[in-house]
């Protein structure tokens, strides 16, 4: 790369005005813009108003003189390449500014040429290492956020934010509907963070009761209550060095809140039945699905906390407001179920993405990976095209879609024809009364189940893994459909 047609902006400060002008003279004549400076504080006043490439600085200047300049940069994390120009007699400074990290040194009077490379040079090499900071900072991100699959501008935002936050400690607060990725996020912000190699322990807040609280949270040694029976080491102990996050924070009760309140200020904590404090070292982060402002209003989540948990909000977008990523999720989540299950590699008919797309997805990224798998659990050949389980009250018409929203759905999906159709799951385009709909939705949900259990050769916990749901979700299913606890009976028995 030519520097030269760049334009790079070369500061001079040197109090001798006849230097200014001849040296000026030289850099404009390679290309390069001059400004100039003639002592110490107007240089430093130019860094700071101006960009500025390349700095050619005198050692011996009224006011501030070289050396101090050159001790400011440091002191301000200001990087560019810096050329001392030195008397003969002040070299042993000029190797001193060297060591601080001045690029070269160039003795009086400058000779043209010497100028001319050492000028080029420095910009050449300013700019490799330009270049290479910002493909180590790319890497770092496709590395951090590696998992999180989407190229939609409001994703992309929300990518950028993170790693903007992320390696400071200020408290986050990841704000999205349910199953929008907010743990995923939370994850990623701390294995960027200076905290990465330490401990990322999540507290579920809806799930811990007053009773427990304390235990839960802060521990407890052996023998402090009835089935005390070891030391237990509370969350916010075991994520000492690392991140803790605290999710669905919308459902901590005001006891645990106060609690919670008096850890961040403190950062201390005492187990249940021990009288000595704890230093406790941990970056918060909180995620919450819910809307805080009625809460404090309402005085059942204290602002004091609210204020602390938000220094920096984060804010996730539900995935109907970033359609655009649909089919690159959904294509996702299907080569990632069939790498998992040792499937040949299937694919979605067009007119699926496009039904997808158009589809509101309250339960957001979670239910599309749901739905994904299910899909690919009752395809009939190698590419999928119909999702009949989709249910239509949250179906958009196309033409209901902003503008940005269709440029992905300009053509209307054609009609699926008939022999692709699943043969035993009528579509649910069907025109049949709502009592006849549900019951559709039932047997699509059953035949999902069966065939995930097939897939999972019988085990119970494998097919909860392939459906995306808990094993108590799948007994709860199983249930529902007269189904107690023998499945392969129903399987044989072919329901
Ligand atoms: N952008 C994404 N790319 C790939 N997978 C994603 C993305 N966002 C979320 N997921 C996946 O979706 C599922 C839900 O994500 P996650 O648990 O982070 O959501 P959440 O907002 O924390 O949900 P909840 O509020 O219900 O706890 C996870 O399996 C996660 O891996």
Redesign the pocket.
């Known amino acids: 790369m030519n520097t030269k047609r760049e334009k790079n902006n070369v500061l001079i400060a040197d109090d001798s005005a006849v230097m200014r002008t001849l040296i000026s003279h030289v850099i404009t004549k390679l290309g390069y813009n001059a400004l100039t400076a003639n002592d110490g504080d107007a240089c430093i006043h130019t860094l700071n108003s101006e960009k500025v490439d390349l700095l050619l600085l005198d050692l011996s200047m009224p006011g501030k003189n070289g050396m101090e300049v050159l001790s400011y940069l440091k002191a301000n994390d200001m990087v560019l390449p810096v050329i001392m120009i030195t008397a003969d007699d002040d070299i042993s400074q000029a190797v001193q500014c060297i060591k601080m990290g001045a690029y070269e040194y160039l003795t009086k009077p400058v000779k043209n040429d010497r100028l001319e490379i050492t000028v080029s040079n420095a910009l050449s090499e300013s700019s490799l290492k330009k270049k290479v900071q910002l493909l180590e900072k790319e890497l770092k991100q496709q590395n951090i956020f590696r998992?999180?699959?989407?190229e939609s501008p409001a994703?992309k935002r929300c990518i950028e934010q993170a790693m903007q936050v992320m390696e400071t400690e200020v408290n986050v607060l990841v704000i999205?509907e349910?199953?929008?990725?907010?743990?995923?996020f939370a994850q990623a912000i701390h294995s960027g963070s200076k905290r990465k190699n330490g401990p990322f322990v999540t507290i579920n807040c809806a799930a811990i009761s007053n009773e427990l609280a304390d235990s839960l949270l802060f521990g407890h040694v052996k023998g402090s209550f009835t089935g005390a029976n070891s030391d237990h080491t509370g969350f916010f102990e075991q994520a000492d060095g690392g991140t803790i996050l605290l999710?669905?924070i919308g459902d901590m009760s005001l006891d645990i809140q106060a609690k919670v309140l008096r850890v961040l200020q403190e950062r201390k904590i005492r187990r249940v039945g021990e009288k000595k404090e704890r230093s406790v070292d941990f970056r918060l982060i909180s995620?919450t699905?819910k809307d805080f402002s009625d809460a404090i209003k309402n005085k059942t989540f204290r602002a004091d906390l609210y204020y602390r948990l938000e220094e920096y909000p984060l804010l996730?977008p539900p995935l109907r407001e970033r359609r655009e990523d649909i089919p690159l999720?959904a294509n996702?989540f299907l080569d990632s179920f069939c790498t998992a299950n040792n499937i040949d590699p299937i694919s979605f008919s067009a007119s699926v993405l496009e039904n997808l797309s158009m589809y509101d997805w309250p339960g957001?990224?979670?239910e599309l990976?749901n739905i994904v798998r299910r899909a690919a659990i009752n395809r009939s050949g190698d590419e999928i095209t119909s999702i009949p389980f989709l249910p239509q009250t949250h179906m958009q018409e196309a033409a209901a879609l902003s503008p940005s929203d269709q440029s992905h759905i300009d053509k209307p999906a054609p009609p699926e024809p008939k022999e692709q159709k699943a043969p035993d799951i009528p579509p649910a385009e069907t025109t049949a009364p709502e009592q006849g709909k549900a019951l559709l939705l039932k047997n699509a949900e059953l035949q999902t189940i069966l065939k995930a259990y097939e897939l999972a050769g019988g085990n119970q916990t494998r097919t909860a893994e392939i459906l995306g749901i808990s094993r108590s979700s799948l007994y709860r299913k199983l249930k529902k459909f007269g189904i107690e606890k023998n499945l392969s009976l129903s399987v044989t028995k072919g329901l």
């Not at 998992?147 to 989407?150: D, E, L, M, N, V």
């Not at 349910?178 to 995923?184: A, Q, V, W």
């Open positions: 998992r999180i699959y989407g994703l999205g349910s199953g929008t990725g907010k743990e995923l999710d669905e995620a699905h996730i999720l996702h957001n990224i979670r990976q």
